[in-house]
Structures are given as C-alpha cells and as structure tokens.
C-alpha cells in the first residue's frame, strides 16, 4: 500500500480592505515612512475596522467562501478545522468552531492552536499528521490574527509592524509523490521576556490595572527576537535540506514569516537561495503573524506548479520555530477558470 501523504489542495485568504500608511503611522508615534521602509520593509498593512467586520473569524469566514469558489470542496467533508491564532474572537469558544458554524463545516471537529507567527506550519504539522495516520482525508487549517487588537499604537518600536490578516489551507490526503514531505518543529519557552502580551491570561486576568498599564497589548526586545529569528530559522532550513538533499538549486520557493524584510535576506543569505525564489509581500500587509505563510502562497499562487520544492519557515513568540518541506500539489493554470 501507497503511504499516505498531506497535500495542500487548495489555498485562500483575506486581508481587510482599510489600508494603514506610514504616514498614518507617523501620526501616531515618532517615526517615519522612511524608516519603517528601510529598517522593517513595510510600506503599508491591512487593519480592520469594526464598520467592514469583526474578529479573526470574519476575516477567516472570507477567505473559506474563497477557498470553497477556488476548490469546490464540500464543507460538510470537511472532518477537522484548526485555526492558528493569537487573536480569537473571544477567550472561548474556540474560533475555529465558530468559523466551521458560519461556513457550513458541521461534521468537523475543531480547535485553536497558540504558537504566534508559527501557527501556520505548526498547524501543518498537526493536520499532516491527522491525514497520514488514515483516519482522516480533507482538515481544513485556518490561520491569521486581528494583531491592530493587541498593538499598543503608542509604542514606535512595535506599532510599525503588525496587520491583520488570515489564510486558509484545504488539506487533503493523496498518494502521489506531493504534499508535505518532511518538518523540523521547535520550541523555547525560555523566551518570556523578550516577546509576550503579559495580560488578559491568568495570571494577569483582564483588571483596570492592567489595561492602564497596555498589558494586553504585544511587546517585545526588538533586537534578541531579530536574532534569533535569523538563526533559528536559517539553521532549521539548512538542516531540513541537507536531510531530505536538497540543493540550493533543487528549493523553487522558500516562504519566510513576514516580520521584517532585513530578517528574510538574512535568512535567505545564510540558505544561499537566490532573493527571486524567497515569496516577499511584507510591503504590502506587515506582519500578520500566523496569516503570514498563507498569505504568501495565496499571493504568489499563479506561480506555483505541481512538484514544485518548497521550504516554508517561521518564528515567533514562545520561541517557537521551524521548517516545513512540501511539493505543490497543483498547477494554477489548470484552475484559472475558477
Ligand atoms: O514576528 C516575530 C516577532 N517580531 C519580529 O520578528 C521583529 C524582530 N525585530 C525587528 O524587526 C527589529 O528589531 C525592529 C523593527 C523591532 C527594530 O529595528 P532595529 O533596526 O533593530 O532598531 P533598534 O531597536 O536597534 O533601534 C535603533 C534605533 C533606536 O534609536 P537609538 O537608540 O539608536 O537612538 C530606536 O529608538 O531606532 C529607533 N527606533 C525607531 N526610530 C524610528 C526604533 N523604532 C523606531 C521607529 N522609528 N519606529
């Protein structure tokens, strides 16, 4: 018998429609169009505001109608929804219930999963596992936050960078020689004090104190998170080639978490992967930390073919971090008509 391996079918997002400048920015904290562009990449994000929609699962909710015109796929077949994200709708229930609810997914079981702007590939992981166990076929994995709901706008050293945004992935199970190959998942919960949201847990539940002093909102030391996300993602990215022997030449993609643009030509350095093959659109919506990955694919969708070799990686909070090695599954132009 055949081995069982997790391919993505399709792939889909959303970002809102107000675009947030620089200049908007610039209003806000002590910095410049300028320097947001030269040190982070970012020209401008997507944020939404409460008269287009409300929460990660309106933003979700689009990108499932998208994926659903795209692919066709029945939500009712649909047997698992994993939503990676920072920012659900509420504490509980959990978003991805309420996002299968809204788009008709109501045989699948559904749950969040917490690993900041590793969410994506994490989610991956979880879901090619379901598939390539037998017991499961079509898990649909949704990832992406609401990041304008936990920026603190008057903090420069953070405000610049994060969007809101989410992606979707229909996974399904195949026997042919596509789909998820290979992973390298890690974790660092040493990491506390660099990158956090101290409240709104329980440790810090939800108080005046804790509003007036923007605990529920992200911070971070800028450079140790920039650091470590060169290195761990570089070094999980050469280790995943040089076990699965992986050329330079033979990588067509790699697909970095947009957090900052000096982050993914390092990263794409120390690979030695030409900057044509690294999927870059931080100039457009920021970080949107779990929605990042997706969204990349979304964007660069048109250009992607079937047995393409694609490496995607990621960082963030916890530390948390790794490599996903995957064949595309499709041709795009075989689906232009949808
Ligand atoms: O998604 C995972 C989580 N986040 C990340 O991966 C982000 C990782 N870190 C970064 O992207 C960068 O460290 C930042 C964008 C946060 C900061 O950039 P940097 O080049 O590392 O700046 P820095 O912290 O070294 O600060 C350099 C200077 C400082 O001024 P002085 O002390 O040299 O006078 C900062 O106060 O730049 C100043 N600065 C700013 N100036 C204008 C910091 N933020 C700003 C700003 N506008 N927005």
């Keep these: 018998m055949s081995k069982i391996q997790a391919v993505i079918a399709g792939i889909s997002g959303?970002?809102?429609?107000?675009?947030?400048?620089?200049?908007?920015?610039?209003?806000?904290?002590?910095?410049?169009?300028?320097?947001?562009l030269s040190r982070i990449g970012i020209k401008e994000r997507r944020i939404l505001k409460r008269d287009e929609g409300e929460g990660v699962t309106y933003l979700a909710g689009k990108a499932v109608q998208d994926l659903m015109r795209k692919t066709r796929f029945n939500p009712l077949e649909?047997?698992?929804?994993?939503?990676?994200?920072?920012?659900?709708?509420?504490?509980?229930?959990?978003?991805?219930?309420?996002?299968?609810?809204?788009?008709?997914?109501?045989?699948?079981?559904?749950?969040?999963?917490?690993?900041?702007?590793?969410?994506?590939?994490?989610?991956?992981?979880?879901?090619?596992?379901?598939?390539?166990?037998?017991?499961?076929?079509?898990?649909?994995v949704l990832a992406g936050d609401i990041l304008s709901a936990i920026t603190n706008y008057t903090d420069r050293n953070?405000?610049?960078?994060?969007?809101?945004?989410?992606?979707a992935a229909l996974l399904e199970a195949t026997s042919e020689n596509v789909g998820v190959?290979?992973?390298?998942?890690?974790?660092?919960?040493?990491?506390?004090?660099?990158?956090?949201?101290?409240?709104?847990?329980?440790?810090?539940?939800?108080?005046?104190?804790?509003?007036?002093?923007?605990?529920?909102?992200?911070?971070?030391?800028?450079?140790?998170?920039?650091?470590?996300?060169?290195?761990?993602?570089?070094?999980?990215?050469?280790?995943?080639?040089?076990?699965?022997?992986?050329?330079?030449?033979d990588v067509k993609w790699v697909v970095p978490h947009q957090a900052n643009l000096r982050?993914?030509?390092?990263?794409?350095?120390?690979?030695g992967v030409s900057s044509d093959k690294i999927m870059v659109n931080i100039q457009k919506y920021g970080n949107t930390s779990a929605g990042t990955i997706p969204i990349c694919l979304w964007d660069y969708e048109s250009q992607l073919k079937k047995g393409d070799n694609i490496i995607l990686t990621a960082f963030g909070a916890g530390f948390t971090w790794g490599a996903t090695y995957l064949k595309w599954g499709y041709d795009f132009c075989t689906r232009q008509d949808l």
């Design 14 to 36: 959303y970002v809102p429609e107000y675009i947030m400048t620089n200049d908007e920015i610039s209003a806000l904290v002590d910095t410049s169009d300028d320097w947001i």
């Design 78 to 140: 649909i047997e698992a929804v994993i939503f990676a994200t920072s920012t659900p709708d509420y504490v509980m229930p959990n978003a991805a219930a309420l996002t299968a609810y809204k788009n008709g997914m109501t045989n699948a079981f559904c749950f969040d999963l917490s690993a900041a702007c590793s969410g994506f590939i994490y989610a991956l992981e979880v879901a090619t596992s379901f598939i390539s166990s037998g017991k499961y076929r079509k898990v649909l």
């Design 158 to 167: 953070t405000c610049p960078i994060f969007g809101d945004g989410c992606g």
């Design 181 to 249: 190959i290979d992973s390298i998942m890690r974790s660092d919960g040493n990491s506390l004090a660099s990158l956090h949201q101290w409240g709104g847990g329980s440790v810090f539940p939800a108080s005046h104190e804790t509003v007036d002093k923007n605990m529920h909102t992200i911070w971070q030391d800028g450079k140790v998170v920039f650091k470590q996300a060169v290195s761990q993602m570089s070094d999980t990215c050469l280790e995943l080639m040089e076990r699965n022997h992986l050329s330079k030449d």
């Design 263 to 271: 982050i993914i030509d390092a990263v794409a350095s120390r690979m």
